[in-house]
């Protein structure tokens, strides 16, 4: 999927008779670039490439990138559903908690109890949905604001956490649960010689190969669907350019891990997630919902939007997605343990607000919201590669968090002053 969609990029007017240039828009020669949509990803690569010099090239190992994916694959989990809320207006301070106690009930189902663990999960997945829905009905029907409602959540389910656990971790899990938290998909096709790189899993490859036809065929079908509205669109060239840039970094991603164990089964059920929740977002009547209610909440409710309904909705999906989140990172400690997802809500909030979520609601994209969550696994990983204590790694995550919420409010103001 291309990080940069057509409509951040366009041909920009020359002459007296253009347009005049938006606010968040900067000119590249006969091109216009926005930043707000686009430079989160600019900004990615500049820490990407920053921390690659500082590690003398250790940040891109394939190891290395494998850890990545692995070790933050739960928040990014949760940056799915948090970005959603986000969009809708609203925030969950809960979402750790309830990683925690979804994580201790599987704990409970398949490891005391010796349920199967397919059952296990499932009991789990729902469990996570009733205590979105608990939520949700005070925020929505009962008309008690998110922050409180969460809040009380956040405290309400660490005690249950601490009250079926104790002081104590319950463990080990099923292998098939920890293989989707820590494993990896089998070398089915054999390895294939890559030259000076070695060998490298073929099916991985494959995979590969048919992500970027996949971004590919979707972006062409958006740049099509934009012509045959009359909008405008960037050159072929540089299309055809953007292209190449995407289907590179794919395609290095994937060798990578290929070299590495393949492809890890949790960037399998993230890639899944993505594809399924950025359709929802982008082609669905309920995704187009969430925004209308983030952006103008009065015009959505005079528009016919069930407003109270989509909200409890996305805060019962926000509960499954954290039961997955706790499965995930249960499995991967292979145990539940009562201190397991502490400041995990403040790290996907993080990452929903740097990938370019609005503070006041009506904006951001789901790969937004992952890119955000992989900039801050990347200042984690390279920080900790260079040695760096841990108050500063702190000090820069909030730094970045500031700077990108400063630059949401400041492009808002110059959109304001130019109307």
């Known amino acids: 999927m291309s990080s940069i969609t057509p409509a951040d990029v366009e041909v920009g007017a020359k002459g007296d008779g253009g347009a005049p240039r938006q606010p968040g828009r900067v000119s590249l020669g006969g091109l216009s670039l926005n930043l707000r949509s686009s430079g989160i990803y600019i900004a990615f690569a500049l820490i990407v490439a920053l921390f690659t010099v500082l590690t003398d090239g250790a940040m891109l190992q394939p190891q290395n990138i494998s850890n990545i994916i692995v070790q933050n694959s739960y928040v990014l989990i949760l940056a799915i559903g948090m970005i959603l809320i986000i969009i809708a207006g609203h925030i969950d301070l809960s979402v750790g908690s309830v990683v925690a106690v979804t994580g201790a009930l599987s704990a409970v189902l398949m490891v005391n109890m010796g349920l199967p663990w397919p059952l296990a999960l499932l009991i789990t997945l729902v469990a996570g949905a009733l205590i979105g829905a608990w939520q949700g009905y005070w925020i929505a029907y009962f008309g008690i604001p998110a922050f409180i409602v969460t809040l009380a959540g956040m405290l309400l389910f660490r005690a249950l956490t601490m009250t079926v656990l104790g002081n104590q971790g319950i463990g080990p899990f099923p292998d098939q649960v920890r293989t989707l938290a820590n494993g990896f998909t089998s070398d089915y096709l054999g390895n294939i010689g890559l030259g000076p790189l070695g060998g490298a899993d073929l099916f991985s490859l494959l995979i590969g190969l048919v992500a970027i036809a996949g971004m590919v065929a979707a972006q ?5 669907a934009r012509q045959g509205y009359g909008q405008s669109v960037e050159p072929f060239a540089l299309f055809v350019l953007k292209m190449a840039a995407g289907a590179a970094l794919i395609l290095f991603l994937v060798v990578q891990l290929a070299r590495f164990k393949n492809l890890p089964w949790v960037l399998v059920l993230l890639a899944v997630l993505v594809l399924a929740y950025s359709l929802m977002a982008n082609r669905t009547v ?5 925004y209308a209610i983030g952006g103008n909440l009065q015009a959505a409710v005079m528009s016919g939007v069930k407003v109270k309904s989509v909200v409890f909705w996305i805060f019962v999906n926000m509960g499954v997605l954290s039961a997955i989140a706790g499965i995930i990172f249960a499995g991967r400690l292979n145990q539940a343990g009562p201190t397991a997802g502490n400041s995990f809500e403040l790290d996907a909030i993080a990452a929903a607000f740097i990938g370019g979520a609005a503070v006041q609601g009506g904006v951001g994209k ?12 990347v200042i984690n990983n390279g920080m900790s590669l260079i040695g ?11 730094a970045v968090l500031l700077a990108a919420v400063a630059f949401d409010v400041w492009t808002k103001r110059r959109a304001g002053a130019a109307r």
Not at 220 to 224: D, I, K
Request: proline share 3%; charged share 20%; glycine share 16%.
């Open 366 to 377: 789901i790969v937004g919201a992952i890119t955000g969550g992989l900039i801050m696994a």
């Open 286 to 290: 309920f995704g187009r919902q969430i």
């Open 388 to 398: 760096s204590p841990s108050e500063r790694v702190m000090l820069v995550k909030g």
């Open 220 to 224: 062409w079908r958006t740049r099509n």
